[in-house]
C-alpha cells in the first residue's frame, strides 16, 4: 500500500499553543494536500503544496514539504478550541490517480 | 461552492441485506470516488468513476459494486450486507483547483450491520 503515515496519532495541546503535524510518504508526488475533518463528518481541503514548493502559507497554517524526505508538515497557529478535529495528509502520485490518504492525527485544542 | 450530498447519515441494516448508498454532487464533476474509513486505519478507497457508466476497483472493492448511469450520481451498493461492512462511509468528487486534483467531500453515510 502507497498509503502515507501521520504522526502523531493523537494530539493533546491547550488554547493558544501551536499544534504541529507529520506525514510521510513513499515515493514520488505531484503535490500533497491536508484535509480536515470535524467529528462524524465528512473531510474538508485546507491546503495543497506542489513537489517543486517547500513552504506555503494560509491563514493560520503552514505546510512545509521535504521531497528528499518524503514528508511533510501542517503547522497550525496560535491553536483554538474549534480547531479540534482530525487532520489528514493525502498524497496525489500521478496527476489521474485517486489521492491516498493517511490514517491521520486526531487534535484536541483544550480551551 | 460544489456540493455533495449523501442520502442517508445513518443506517442499520441486518445480515444479507441490499444496501445502497446514494452520492450526488451538483458541478458537474467526472470523477466520483466512494471511501470507507475505520478506526485505525483512515480512509481506504473502494471504487472509483471517471464518468457515467465507467467503473475502476480501488483497494478494497469485495463485497462492494458501484452504479454510474448519471454524471451527478454514484452509488455504493452492498450486495448482501455483512457485520464487518460496519463503517463510516464517504463519498467524493474531485474538481481541478489551480491545475491540482482536490476533493470535495459528503458528509458521509455511518453504516451498522446487525
Known amino acids: 500500500s502507497q498509503q502515507g503515515e501521520e504522526d502523531p496519532q493523537a494530539l493533546s495541546i491547550q488554547e493558544g499553543e501551536n499544534a504541529t503535524m507529520n506525514c510521510s510518504y513513499k515515493t514520488s508526488i505531484n503535490n500533497l494536500q491536508w484535509y480536515r475533518q470535524n467529528s462524524g463528518r465528512g473531510l474538508v481541503h485546507l491546503i495543497l503544496i506542489r513537489s517543486n514548493e517547500r513552504e506555503k502559507h494560509s491563514g493560520r497554517l503552514r505546510v512545509t514539504l521535504d521531497t528528499s524526505k518524503k514528508s511533510s508538515s501542517l503547522l497550525i497557529t496560535a491553536s483554538r478550541a474549534a480547531d479540534t478535529a482530525s487532520y489528514f495528509c493525502?498524497?496525489?502520485?500521478?496527476?489521474?490517480?485517486?489521492?491516498?490518504f493517511g490514517k491521520g492525527t486526531r487534535l484536541s485544542v483544550i480551551a | 461552492d460544489v456540493k455533495v450530498t449523501q442520502s442517508s447519515r445513518y443506517l442499520v441494516k441486518r445480515t444479507g441485506e441490499k444496501v445502497f448508498l446514494e452520492c450526488v454532487q451538483d458541478m458537474d464533476h467526472e470523477n466520483m470516488f466512494w471511501y470507507r474509513q475505520d478506526p485505525g486505519l483512515g480512509l481506504r478507497l473502494i471504487y472509483f468513476s471517471y464518468d457515467v457508466k465507467m467503473k475502476e476497483k480501488g483497494d478494497i472493492p469485495e463485497g462492494y459494486s458501484v452504479s454510474r448511469e448519471k454524471k451527478e450520481r454514484f452509488s455504493l451498493i452492498l450486495e448482501s450486507a455483512s457485520t464487518n461492512q460496519t463503517s463510516m462511509y464517504l463519498c467524493?468528487?474531485?474538481?481541478?483547483?489551480?491545475?491540482?486534483?482536490?476533493?470535495?467531500f459528503g458528509a458521509g453515510s455511518r453504516l451498522t450491520v446487525l
Open positions: 467524493a468528487s474531485r474538481s481541478r483547483v489551480s491545475g491540482a486534483n482536490v476533493l470535495t
Open positions: 493525502a498524497t496525489d502520485y500521478s496527476g489521474n490517480t485517486p489521492l491516498v
